[in-house]
């Protein structure tokens, strides 16, 4: 069993940066792939940025290319994501999520077998 806690989620302004942390335990997840999703209100959960459990591969929504970064520090069990240039359409609750061996689809819901409660992201002036 894996458990997923999110953090590092607040009020910024627009321009402004954020980074979430997203802290796993129960067991090492040294070979899960790992995505962050995000839904806002009214609006269905979508993909933001998934890491191969390799930390070799990347992947990113097409609306936050080239604004955040996903990583993981394997050692500390800790999957980030680094988000600059904030937009207020970014505001959403964020959620982290895990998919163990064997692999699906980076971009698709139903391929992360395990989530996090989720942190708020408000981006207002």
Same mark, same amino acid.
């Given at each position: ?7 590092? @989620?607040?009020?910024? =302004?627009?321009? *402004?940066?954020? #980074?979430?942390?997203? +802290? %796993? ?9 790992? @995505?962050?999703?995000? =839904?806002?209100? *009214?609006?269905? #959960?979508?993909?933001? +940025? %998934? ?23 394997? +050692?500390?069990n800790t999957v ?46």
């Amino acid at each position: 069993q894996v458990q997923l806690v999110e953090s590092g @989620g607040g009020l910024v =302004q627009p321009g *402004g940066s954020l #980074r979430l942390s997203c +802290a %796993a335990s129960g067991r090492t997840f040294s070979d899960y792939n790992m @995505g962050w999703f995000r =839904q806002a209100p *009214g609006k269905e #959960r979508e993909f933001v +940025a %998934a890491i191969s459990w390799i930390g070799g591969i990347n992947d990113y929504a097409d609306s936050v290319k080239g604004r955040f970064t996903i990583s993981r520090d394997s +050692a500390k069990n800790t999957v980030y994501l680094q988000m600059n240039s904030l937009k207020p359409e970014d505001t959403a609750v964020y959620y982290c999520a895990a998919d163990p061996p064997p692999y699906g689809s980076r971009r698709s819901l139903a391929t992360y077998y395990y989530w996090g409660q989720g942190t708020q992201v408000t981006v207002s002036s």
